[in-house]
């Protein structure tokens, strides 16, 4: 580190506390040290509640835990190790289990597994790890436990999950289905509206009955957005808060994808349409890029790759955009190796601050948040009881920031003593990717033996119990600063502090109070305040800058702008001591009304159509009550709807961006939202249409295709063995297996072409799956078109015009359109449209 002294202001200046909540008393300036840190770029070092995990069973009975054996498949034999070599060997600081409630489908939980749950966690505690809990009834196969015995056993683990809510990183929702994963269950389908009050009930006991601090994650996007549309109680709910989740509720429900990189669609993570509405892939990755909690932080994001790894590639550029847009705080490291392997092979060049690396070593390094500190200011000379001073720069080199509470400290320690002094006005969880700023803290120190000190930065566990444990401390990305045995961060070898020989105590805050507004002034009094010698003087601030010092009560503001202005008094004795600020007024001068709604958010697309976009957005809040909202296209005002959804209509085809303000009655107008892009649908194919996937009718629930005849499949990868429309067309994941028939059943002697419009994940996939229809059955890449060539699929939409007659179709009784897909492939197809046409 290296340092400089910074000049010493005016005696009779004092230090503005610029953080809202900061906290203690204000001497005259006294000189400040700036420190510069050496980043740590390359290595690969371990901190809490971040980073690769590995599975083990943590609840090692055998005797109330069928799985506690060394026979599950995708486990290690080293499952049921409860020092968690492995996990430690590799450095991790996250493990993963299931709790595998197979044979309690129908029964309340044993004792004896409760008591085993409960001493797994402490083993964990022990090790100074973290776990991430998933429940499961059913391994691979389907789940039917009804609401009331799940609920019943969310009350059953409540209480062990509490005790032990200082070693749980977070909950997947789980329960539902195979693998607790959210399908294969009566509760999960998205497209029904009528299973919705379940698995929100569900969510809303699982949050009722954990501690606030304990965020959980849903398997897909499209439930989180479900979630967060619904404003009127579901029925048969009576837990707190009407059963409606809170904005805290809502800031700890996270995501974790199963299937990370398995396809454009993440094998069924983002291609589920939905009761409320049809959304694209790429509108539901938009969610995930947007989850942020309503301070400012991020959300849990995590979970896994599998069997699968179509959007995987050898130069890594894939999983580097997703995990940073997404914010990934956790991932699998044992599951699966098909995508693992890739990111061990895979050679990266140097980029920006990221070294030349593998990309696994990458993903390792940046998983969740890594916090580099760039300086430090702080006061030169301390003296026991008196102020002290501390900004600083950091930037954030991970993916994500700090999900959870956790404090931040300063740390004197002369090797006999050590003073932690908290600095309360810190969140951490706002250093977010990127550069971060620290504002000016203003702390009292304690009554400090004088003397030579270490100063440091300690940001331990949200959990006092943990804090003894330096494992559950943030180390930064720095050279030199990390002190192991003492989990602290290293920021000055030697600061002296004095003794405090003079006038050390402020005095008391004033309590303020407005007397009066005109147009253009704003009458203010205040209680006197207290000191241990005399008060000397008030500070009076609007908007946060000086405008008076006056020796009495009271005060007025002239010559005020118009506007809403916020107002704080300050009082201070004759040796400089500042208190706390007063409470702060805020008032209108010039206007009945002068604050502007909140920002709008949760823009959204709720339908596309070729020549238009449905849009809707979460409502603006305002002191007095909005009245309506502007709506931008490419940044052009287009509509003024009262209501919280519009549809733009009379577009010619393309993407557009859109953002939405609020207004208020008085015309104040609030910031812009995030901006959100968004594509009209592709025209609908001419001619006889046999399905062009645009919901009406919806498949399968419908079983009807365009013509009203029947339609369907079975033996797919996604959707429950059908495959899923998303978007306004139909994907079909198969592994060499699948069979999809659509019933054409009319006269088609008009028409000469059979026009598929289609695409594939990776391109080459004619050859995996064969089309009859007519009485002509060949291989999809077989089929002969106009000029002699033949089908080749590519990873964009085209139209392959298919001549019948020349194919051998009888255009007279084509009787049903069938593909199967037993031809040794393993990939998948995206369908937009299926006409006959000329």
């Not at 890029?289 to 069997?307: K, L, Q, V």
């Not at 207004?663 to 939202?673: E, H, K, V, W, Y």
């Not at 007279?812 to 006959?836: C, E, H, K, R, V």
Request: charged share 15%; hydrophobic share 35%; proline share 6%.
């Amino acid at each position: 580190m290296r340092l400089t002294l910074r000049g010493i202001a005016a005696a009779t200046a004092v230090l503005a506390l610029a953080l809202t909540g900061a906290s203690g008393a204000a001497h005259a300036d006294p000189p400040t040290t700036t420190a510069t840190y050496t980043g740590d770029l390359a290595s690969v070092f371990t901190n809490p509640e971040r980073g690769f995990h590995n599975r083990y069973e943590i609840i090692n009975d055998p005797a109330v835990n069928d799985y506690a054996s060394n026979t599950i498949p995708g486990f290690n034999p080293d499952m049921l190790d409860r020092t968690f070599a492995r996990a430690r060997a590799n450095g991790n600081t996250l493990i993963h289990s299931y709790l595998h409630l197979d044979k309690y489908q129908t029964t309340d939980l044993p004792p004896a597994l409760l008591t085993n749950l409960g001493s797994g966690l402490a083993a964990i505690r022990a090790q100074g790890l973290k776990i991430v809990l998933r429940t499961a009834y059913v391994w691979d196969g389907y789940s039917a436990v009804t609401e009331p015995q799940m609920e019943r056993h969310i009350d059953q683990l409540a209480p062990v999950l509490a005790a032990n809510a200082d070693v749980i990183l977070h909950l997947e929702a789980g329960f539902f289905g195979a693998w607790g994963e959210w399908h294969e269950s009566p509760y999960t389908a998205s497209s029904e509206e009528s299973q919705a009050p379940v698995r929100y009930r569900l969510v809303k006991k699982l949050l009722s009955s954990t501690p606030a601090t304990m965020p959980i994650a849903i398997r897909y996007p499209i439930f989180n957005y479900e979630f967060a549309q619904r404003t009127t109680p579901p029925p048969g709910c009576p837990l707190p808060d009407n059963c409606l989740m809170t904005p805290a509720d809502r800031d700890r429900l996270g995501f974790h994808d199963d299937c990370f990189l398995a396809d454009t669609a993440d094998m069924g993570t983002y291609d589920q349409n939905s009761w409320l509405g049809w959304f694209d892939v790429s509108v539901k990755k938009q969610w995930v890029y947007d989850m942020a909690t309503s301070t400012g932080g991020n959300t849990m994001i995590g979970g896994e790759t599998c069997n699968a790894s179509g959007a995987n590639d050898a130069a890594g550029v894939n999983a580097q955009f997703e995990l940073s847009h997404q914010h990934w705080t956790e991932i699998n490291e044992d599951y699966a190796p098909v995508n693992t392997d890739i990111w061990k092979a895979a050679h990266l060049a140097a980029s920006g601050s990221d070294p030349a690396e593998t990309l696994f070593t990458r993903i390792e390094r940046k998983l969740g948040y890594r916090l580099r500190l760039t300086d430090a200011t702080y006061t030169a000379q301390a003296t026991a009881g008196a102020p002290f001073t501390f900004a600083a720069h950091l930037s954030n080199d991970g993916y994500a920031g700090i999900i959870k509470p956790r404090p931040v400290f300063l740390v004197f320690d002369n090797g006999t003593s050590r003073y932690n002094v908290q600095l309360p006005g810190l969140d951490p969880r706002t250093w977010r990717p990127g550069a971060a700023t620290v504002p000016t803290q203003t702390v009292t120190l304690p009554a400090m033996t004088a003397g030579t000190y270490k100063l440091a930065l300690w940001l331990p566990d949200q959990a006092t119990g943990l804090r003894g444990n330096p494992a559950y401390s943030v180390r930064l990305a720095n050279t030199g600063t990390w002190d192991a045995a003492k989990g602290y961060n290293v920021l000055a070898n030697a600061i002296a502090v004095g003794s405090c020989t003079a006038d050390c105590v402020a005095p008391t805050a004033p309590t303020l109070t407005s007397t009066g507004v005109t147009g253009t002034s704003v009458g203010l009094s205040w209680t006197g305040a207290t000191d241990n010698v005399a008060v000397t003087g008030y500070q009076v601030r609007r908007d946060g800058t000086v405008v008076a010092t006056v020796t009495g009560t009271s005060y007025t503001d002239t010559a005020v702008p118009n506007g809403s202005h916020a107002y704080t008094v300050t009082a201070r004795d004759a040796a400089g001591n500042m208190s706390a600020p007063s409470n702060t007024v805020t008032v209108g001068v010039g206007c009945t009304d002068c604050a502007a709604p909140s920002t709008p958010t949760g823009l959204a697309v709720t339908a596309t159509t070729p020549t238009s976009i449905a849009l809707s957005w979460s409502p603006a809040t305002d002191n007095v009550g909005v009245t309506g909202y502007l709506v931008f296209r490419n940044g052009t005002q287009v509509a003024t709807p009262a209501g919280t959804s519009f549809t733009d209509a009379g577009l010619a085809g393309g993407s557009y961006t859109y953002t939405v303000k609020a207004r208020d009655a008085a015309g104040n107008l609030s910031p812009a939202s995030a901006p959100l892009t968004a594509t009209t649908a592709t025209p609908p194919p001419v001619g006889l249409v046999l399905d062009d996937y645009d919901g009406t009718p919806a498949y399968p629930s419908a079983a009807k295709n365009d013509l009203g005849r029947w339609t369907g499949g079975n033996c797919f990868l996604n959707g429950s063995g059908n495959g899923v429309v998303s978007g306004g067309a139909l994907t079909l994941q198969y592994n060499n297996c699948g069979w999809f028939g659509s019933d054409v059943g009319t006269d088609v002697s008009a028409y000469t072409y059979l026009v598929v419009r289609i695409k594939g994940n990776a391109g080459g996939e004619q050859t995996h799956f064969n089309l009859s229809v007519g009485g002509a059955s060949k291989v999809f890449g077989d089929y002969t078109l106009d000029g002699g060539g033949h089908p080749a699929l590519t990873t964009t939409f085209q139209d392959i015009r298919i001549p019948l007659a020349a194919n051998g179709v009888n255009r007279t009784s084509p009787a049903q359109l069938a593909m199967g897909f037993w031809y040794g492939g393993n990939s998948t197809i995206t369908i937009d449209s299926i006409a006959f046409t000329n």
